[in-house]
């Protein structure tokens, strides 16, 4: 089994940074891709960037040139860096891993909020 958890959100006002990271455990080497997801109150939970374990990103349009998703494959940690934060991002970001282990699987953490006030 793999497990995420994610740290790193907070309060920020808009123009501002965050850094949010998502420390994977147990089967790590089975892992395929591992996606930052949010979901603001009301609305449906949205992919924002994924790496996958060659390295190639994804971004959603409405975050291209803002954020950047990273991996550290020592720690096993996938970083979101997080640039000109407005407050539409405002959400619950959720870190989700892909893997395969006898089947294809997904483990996601638990949700760490990130606010940009304006």
């Known amino acids: 089994q793999v497990q995420v958890v994610e740290s790193g959100g907070g309060l920020v006002q808009a123009g501002g940074s965050l850094r949010l990271s998502c420390t994977a455990s147990?089967?790590?080497?089975?892992?395929?891709?591992i996606g930052w997801y949010r979901q603001a109150p009301g609305s449906q939970r949205d992919l924002v960037a994924s790496?996958?374990?060659?390295?190639?990103?994804n971004y959603a349009d409405f975050v291209k040139g803002r954020f950047t998703i990273s991996r550290d494959n020592a720690k096993n940690t996938v970083s979101l860096q997080m640039y000109d934060l407005k407050p539409e991002d405002t959400a619950v970001y959720y870190c989700n891993a892909f893997y395969w282990l006898l089947r294809q699987r997904t483990a996601w953490g638990q949700g760490t909020q990130v606010t940009v006030s304006s």
């Open positions: 790496i996958t374990k060659n390295d190639m990103t």
């Open positions: 147990g089967s790590t080497s089975s892992i395929n891709t």
